[in-house]
């Protein structure tokens, strides 16, 4: 081989301007669901510095998410240059987390009302809804279904996570960023707004009062883990209804040759957002806010050109 075209061959195959940041930067590299991901992450930190929240939360939150936006071009430089299976997991695996974190920093900026001036006005269409025949309709049979709302209220937190394992399962698995783009838009954009809406679950504020008539076991699992791992920021929209809505949108889009998945998650969410009424969970108004911020997210995910997945 002519060693002048030898050489140009050796250059064109070595990137001399190559570095973590260039890497992290370049078209495909980063995925569109972790540009929304580590958007967010800086929004929370500017949201730290304009809301009065004490500095030890403020530099926590910077700390944080400062480290994972520095760290986050080395997790990609790693899977370009690897490109296995385990890389890919690990990179929706922590997409996932890092909505989970997303919000548990929205906790830590809640802060005091003592007027519930919201909730008083949202609680007035819960209760034409509940009394208006709703309750006694979910109790005509016993406790049957609202055991079935109270189960589908705890899947919640597991149906992001099934769609995804349903992509690897039926061997979608260069779909799962076109999923969780729509997933993490429609609940970050939820998150993004707790701070401006100041709210308390109806069950906290009103208390005693609406309530569901059986005390179910699953009930009970729901309130120790809200009472647990909930926070105490806003409840609308409603975080819940709009991912379990986003799940099934998400599942319609990319799996449709499949679609038991997205019946299955499309009848949860409905459950989910029936449950967060009845079981006080949450207001009427937060359950259609969530519902919309999730057609909105569906729109835009539809309507936008899906690059090439890293």
Not at 38 to 54: D, E, M
Not at 170 to 193: G, M, N, S, W
Request: charged share 15%; aromatic share 14%.
């Amino acid at each position: 081989m002519n060693p002048a075209a030898e050489n140009t061959r050796f250059l064109a195959g070595r990137d001399t301007t190559a570095s973590p940041v260039r890497d992290f930067l370049r078209s495909g590299s980063v995925r569109r669901s972790e540009w929304v991901i580590l958007s967010f992450l800086v929004y929370a930190v500017a949201l730290g510095v304009l809301l009065p929240v004490a500095p030890s939360t403020r530099h926590l939150v910077t700390l944080i998410n400062v480290a994972i936006l520095a760290a986050y071009p080395a997790l990609i430089v790693a899977d370009r240059a690897k490109s296995t299976i385990a890389f890919a997991v690990v990179r929706d695996a922590g997409s996932l987390a890092l909505i989970v974190l997303a919000y548990r920093e929205m906790g830590w900026f809640a802060q005091p009302h003592l007027a519930h001036t919201l909730e008083a006005s949202w609680v007035t269409w819960d209760r034409v809804v509940l009394h208006g025949g709703l309750k006694a309709a979910i109790e005509s049979f016993g406790p049957v279904i609202p055991s079935i709302l109270e189960i589908s209220y705890a899947l919640v937190y597991a149906l992001a996570p099934f769609a995804v394992v349903m992509l690897y399962v039926y061997r979608r698995r260069e779909k799962v960023d076109q999923f969780l783009f729509a997933f993490a838009l429609t609940v970050l954009l939820c998150y993004a707004q707790f701070p401006f809406w100041p709210s308390e679950p109806p069950r906290v504020v009103f208390l005693g009062q609406d309530l569901p008539s059986y005390d179910t076991v699953f009930r009970r699992f729901n309130l120790w883990m809200l009472g647990n791992y909930g926070i105490h920021t806003s409840v609308f929209p409603s975080a819940h209804v709009a991912g379990a809505f986003a799940a099934a949108f998400g599942a319609m889009r990319v799996l449709p040759e499949r679609p038991w998945v997205s019946r299955f998650l499309l009848v949860t969410a409905s459950l989910i957002a029936i449950a967060t009424v009845y079981g006080r969970y949450h207001y009427l108004s937060d359950a259609v806010a969530g519902f919309l911020v999730a057609l909105v997210a569906f729109g835009v995910q539809r309507f936008t050109a899906v690059p090439r997945l890293s």
